[in-house]
């Protein structure tokens, strides 16, 4: 197969190191708004390098994943589906539900093959803990909860324009909690603060949010979100249910200490998402690969991420506004 890599920052450069080691891709084109950038990740791995993102369409590639600025994804996916080349796109789709709906219409004239990057749902420990729930093991489910603690915050000029911490960060756990379930959310209680560096506020945004959402079976999922946990990187999802529960994400890394000191992991924490994920990602390109080579369908479609965004408007609305917010309310 070969692969054109449309972004050549850090998750791009960590899909550049997967897709150069799969067995199934010849060769991979690497483009970027900065060239030398694509250029210097290209020669690190063995791939080639394009004069410009736009090239990519014309270079009789296979498949293109999307990795570039939020506000690019848009067009880019546009773009593959106008030429029929199946797309993997980081999250999110837009960076509006308005755009989402529009992209989303032009993959289904096409009917391209597109893949969304919530790589959770490629994580050995959220699988499992969706494997137990659909069989029934842990009995009817009373409360799921879901944490992203990032160890430090992004740099001032990120936050104007991630959309905010519900839409940037709290959408992975919104659809972790989907995926494990199996269930939609209805309503949503969101709530937030900012005891850290004034450029959140500054923005509208939070460095911090939690959120209580209702599913549609009576389950209650709680979400907290923090841009300040010093003691490392935290992803963990727990499922509590009538006969048992599960966690994800617990274990030797996990950055927590007991009340009289006692570390509970016996590693390094991790330091960030790529170091978290590291096996996910390589699974969901795998999954892609197989969607390109005719396969399989995607197994996470737009449809999913537009879910999941509409919870995360929700949570921002309600936030703003202080009061519950049903999840039709902020259907187009």
């Known amino acids: 197969m070969r692969i054109g890599l449309a972004g050549a920052g850090r998750i791009g450069a960590r899909h550049a190191e997967t897709l150069g080691g799969l067995p199934e891709v010849e060769s991979v084109l690497i483009a ?5 950038r694509a250029r210097a990740l290209a020669r690190k791995h063995g791939a080639r390098a394009a004069d410009s993102v736009g ?5 009789g590639l296979d498949a293109i994943v999307v990795a570039a600025a939020t506000d690019a994804h848009a067009d880019l996916v546009t773009r593959a589906a106008d030429t029929g080349i199946p797309v993997f796109c980081e999250k999110p789709v837009a960076p509006d539900i308005v755009g989402t709906l529009q992209v989303m219409e032009a993959v289904r004239r096409s009917g391209c093959q ?20 659909a069989a029934g093991r842990l009995g009817w489910l009373h ?10 915050p992004p740099p001032p000029g990120y936050i104007p324009v991630s959309g905010g911490i519900f839409r940037d960060c709290a959408v992975h756990d919104i659809d972790g909690v989907r995926f494990v379930t199996g269930r939609e959310v209805v309503q949503v209680v969101a709530v937030g603060a900012n005891k850290g560096e004034d450029y959140f506020a500054e923005s509208g945004d939070v460095d911090t949010g ?12 709680i979400i907290s979100e923090t841009r300040y946990n010093a003691a490392g990187y935290d992803v963990r999802l727990e499922a509590l249910g009538a006969k048992d529960s599960l966690v994800a994400g617990l274990n030797e890394h996990t950055p927590l200490a007991t009340a009289d000191g006692d570390l509970l ?19 969901e390109m795998r999954a892609f ?44």
Do not use: N
């Open 289 to 332: 690969l197989r969607v390109v080579a005719g396969e399989a369908e995607s197994p996470c479609p737009p449809e999913e991420a537009l879910e999941a965004f509409y919870v995360a408007e929700a949570c921002e609305r309600s936030r703003r506004e202080a009061r519950a917010v049903p999840v039709e309310e902020v259907r187009a």
């Open 114 to 133: 597109v893949q969304m990057g919530f790589q959770r749902r490629f994580d050995a420990g959220h699988v499992a803990v969706r494997d137990a729930v």
């Open 143 to 152: 409360t799921v909860r879901s944490c992203t603690l990032d160890p430090a």
């Open 55 to 59: 090239d990519l369409f014309s270079s």
């Open 32 to 36: 970027d708004v900065d060239a030398d």
């Open 210 to 221: 939690a959120a209580l959402l209702t599913l549609d079976d009576g389950t209650i999922a």
């Open 265 to 283: 992991h016996a590693g390094a924490p991790c330091t960030g998402f790529l170091d978290r994920f590291g096996p996910a990602y390589t699974a």
